[in-house]
């Protein structure tokens, strides 16, 4: 008997594709119960995810770091549970169930809509921290989830996958609302993204994955590379501006897309920043090791090579042909320019430093943005200064929507040392072709529908009218002052025939009806009196009013500041009793 035919790569694309369309409608499937869930219960559902992905951060690193063999260990846990602690914190207060905001004051109410099924695409330098994170933020915004992990992750999302899926059943989420790809092609992948019952993407990962994702015809939040540069400015405290670099950009080897990618150093203070980096454990490459570098770590094709993303630098420098000290925390190439002819100048994804001096701060910002068109567009800078003109020009002038002071790019940029949304998805807005500039959070995977109540009238043409009167605005808080709710109740008494005195304070009242000189009123108009007599214009109109006009004949004049109920408004125009005051002059 022969043995079965090996699957071809075609084999593989199909079973992929037919994979993506049935978790695809099965997640569909299960978006119409979780859409339907009141917020107690859909707080529930994460609160469990949130725990289960906190008991299990070091597992999942560990398998991570295992099967992809990018970053570090612990490193991975602290992302792990910057995901399933301090984003959740961020998120679980977030009303996205029914009325979410009231605005009396426009008279609008805003409802959350789930967009529906999310399809997340997960890249394998960050794999286990962003399955964490992005089913955090679609459950939370009522969608289902389908995940297409990275080809080179697939064991370690899936195990992620498990787990939160588990706990969510568990606490009440219909089957299917977490769904994963086990057969894993681009085809596959693509297939997800277009599908019809896919109402959003999640993308993370390459410029081609993204382009992809942004062509695929769907609303999408994708993001690439970061290449973001930090200045350190001649005002900054060197020596903590250099332990952020050094922290940032050696943090999980420098896989995040946030991670520092070059230093750019004002030249008074050169020599002191090249001995910080030196007393902190960086290694200055020569020109010849900078060819050496450049060599081994970009490929033809100006990307960083796959085989030495997220390696140290020891690492590298080994498979460089460069002998380093054994403490080496980060190589330092210096550069004179960026671009083609300069392979460092772009995102390396691991614990290598371009490095330029500049005259000033104008030549800096000059500098940051020729990195920033190098690759990083949108994404993230960091300055370390101490001069607040100098940070405001940058941040003016950089084509970066996250523009970091004082602290390492890669935390502040996410959220965990400054008070940026905590997200583990960065838009990059227009620079860098994504439709957002935000941190991702659950908010964006919700549409908002608004009741908006009329707030001014508008005259029809074919009827004589009064021309649009604004709706009475909210009072403040704190009431409304003696004066202006005197005028008020005498424009409201005046209404049914109380007149006011002509002069404030007027101790007299006239033969027609006004203030009695102990605060009361005189009666109004008698019946023997005539009936159709036109009012003095009036401030405000409610709805007795009007019906008191209908009654007796009467015509209402309105002030051209007149205030008017809208069922006053309503009752009024059907019986013609409203006549508008000429203007004030």
Not at 73 to 94: C, G, M, T, W
Not at 176 to 199: C, F, N, P, Y
Not at 336 to 341: A, F, M, S
Not at 370 to 385: D, F, P, V
């Amino acid at each position: 008997m022969s043995a079965a035919p090996e699957p071809t790569s075609s084999d593989h694309d199909l079973a992929s594709i037919a994979e993506a369309r049935a978790l695809t409608r099965r997640a569909r499937a299960a978006w119409s119960q979780l859409a339907e869930l009141s917020q107690e219960r859909i707080d529930a559902i994460v609160d469990a995810v949130a725990e289960a992905a906190t008991a299990h951060a070091d597992a999942f690193a560990r398998h991570a770091v295992d099967e992809t063999g990018y970053g570090v260990f612990e490193d991975k846990v602290q992302k792990n549970l910057f995901a399933s602690q301090r984003i959740y914190a961020f998120i679980r207060p977030l009303k996205t169930v029914g009325v979410v905001a009231r605005h009396p004051d426009r008279g609008l109410i805003e409802i959350a809509e789930p967009f529906g099924v999310v399809a997340a695409i997960v890249p394998s330098t960050n794999p286990t921290s962003t399955t964490i994170y992005k089913v955090l933020v679609a459950l939370k915004a009522r969608c289902t989830i389908v995940l297409s992990p990275h080809p080179a992750a697939v064991g370690c999302i899936t195990h992620v996958a498990e787990v939160l899926d588990d706990a969510a059943r568990r606490a009440g989420a219909p089957p299917d609302s977490i769904a994963w790809m086990k057969t894993v092609t681009l085809e596959g992948t693509q297939e997800l993204m277009k599908h019809r019952d896919v109402a959003v993407i999640l993308a993370t990962g390459g410029m081609g994955l993204v382009r992809a994702a942004y062509s695929a015809g769907k609303p999408a939040y994708g993001v690439g590379p970061g290449n973001a540069p930090a200045f350190i400015e001649r005002t900054a405290h060197v020596k903590k501006a250099v332990r952020d670099v050094i922290t940032g950009k050696t943090f999980d080897n420098g896989v995040l897309c946030s991670s520092e990618n070059s230093v750019v150093v004002d030249q008074p203070i050169a020599d002191a920043v090249r001995a910080e980096f030196q007393a902190q454990a960086g290694y200055f490459l020569s020109n010849a090791e900078v060819e050496a570098v450049g060599r081994m770590l970009v490929t033809p094709q100006r990307l960083p090579n796959p085989k030495l993303v997220g390696k140290s630098a020891q690492t590298i420098a080994q498979a460089c042909g460069i002998s380093v000290p054994d403490n080496t925390r980060v190589l330092i190439a210096p550069l004179d320019g960026v671009g083609r002819d300069y392979p460092l100048s772009i995102e390396k994804l691991c614990p290598v430093l371009s490095y330029y001096v500049v005259r000033d701060w104008q030549e800096g910002c000059e500098r940051c943005q020729q990195i920033l068109r190098y690759g990083g567009m949108g994404h993230t800078m960091a300055i370390h200064s101490q001069n607040e003109q100098v940070i405001l020009e940058f941040g003016l002038k950089k084509p970066a929507f996250r523009v970091v002071v004082n602290s390492p790019a890669t935390f502040g940029s996410i959220g965990l040392t400054t008070g940026l949304d905590p997200a583990m998805t960065l838009g990059c807005g227009g620079y860098g072709g994504n439709i957002t500039s935000d941190n991702i959070s659950p908010r964006h995977l919700l549409n908002i529908k608004r009741v908006a109540y009329e707030v001014t009238s508008v005259a029809n043409r074919f009827e004589k009218g009064p021309a649009p009167i604004l709706r009475e605005p909210a009072l403040k808080a704190d009431g409304i002052d003696a004066e202006t709710l005197t005028a008020r109740i005498d424009s409201f008494l005046a209404a049914r025939g109380y007149r006011g005195t002509a002069a404030s304070g007027s101790s007299t009242s006239d033969s027609s009806g006004g203030r009695m000189p102990d605060g009361g009123y005189a009666s109004p108009t008698s019946p023997g009196e005539d009936s159709t007599a036109k009012s003095a214009p009036l401030d405000f109109v409610c709805e007795e009013d009007v019906r008191v006009a209908v009654r007796t004949g009467r015509t209402l004049v309105l002030s051209d500041r007149a205030i008017v109920t809208p069922a006053a408004r309503e009752l009024g125009e059907t019986h013609r009793v409203f006549e508008q005051a000429p203007l004030r002059g």
